[in-house]
């Protein structure tokens, strides 16, 4: 997983079936820098991922990439490539 | 399968029911000649790695979905401790 900070939400009308009540959010990944400055900075490319644990803005978040980011869906097939495993109460690294 | 030096741990209240209980680590992969990769990565461990610690990250589910269950978005998991490794970067004391 790599860690990113929610940057948004996003809603789309029409979407494909499977993502019909799902919630987006868009991340931006966080370098080991800006973590260790803690200053809310991300640093990384952007991307979108599916929320189930209701992330606000601002939060720092763990998102799985590849195919084991379908997984929680399992057996139903979603086309996602990111997800959001869980939401960072703190990190301590040192 | 790669390596990676561990650099913290991760707290997290709220997260994928299957990953309830599991241990989370901030870690930074390692690049042949030493050096460190800009983002870190959060990975799953079981094994007890220590702060400083280089470990053998693997970035395959399956490890995660038969302990975690089919659901589980678990990825990266650490899957060796390192002890020695016979390369240029990893010699000049990266190891801790």
């Given amino acids: 997983m790599r860690l990113g900070i929610v940057r948004g939400h996003l809603t789309l009308t029409p979407a494909v079936e499977a993502y019909r009540g799902r919630t987006l959010v868009v991340v931006e990944p966080v370098t080991m820098e800006n973590l260790r400055a803690k200053n809310g900075k991300g640093g990384g490319k952007s991307l979108i991922a599916i929320d189930e644990l209701g992330a606000a803005k601002g939060q720092m978040v763990a998102f799985t990439e590849g195919r084991e980011a379908a997984n929680p869906f399992w057996p139903a097939a979603v086309p996602v490539d990111a997800y959001c495993s869980l939401i960072v109460d703190s990190i301590d690294v040192g | ?96």
Avoid: Y
């Fill in chain 2, 1 to 96: 399968m790669f390596l990676a030096r561990i650099e913290g741990t991760v707290v997290a209240t709220v997260k994928h029911p299957t990953l309830d209980g599991c241990r989370f680590l901030v870690a930074q992969r390692l690049e042949a000649d030493g050096s460190l990769a800009a983002e870190p990565i959060a990975v799953v461990d079981w094994l007890g790695a220590a702060r400083g610690a280089t470990v053998m990250v693997s970035t395959d589910g399956d490890i995660a979905r038969e302990k975690l269950g089919n659901t589980t978005p678990a990825r990266m998991v650490v899957v060796g401790i390192v002890d020695s490794a016979q390369s240029p970067g990893i010699a000049r004391g990266v190891i801790a």
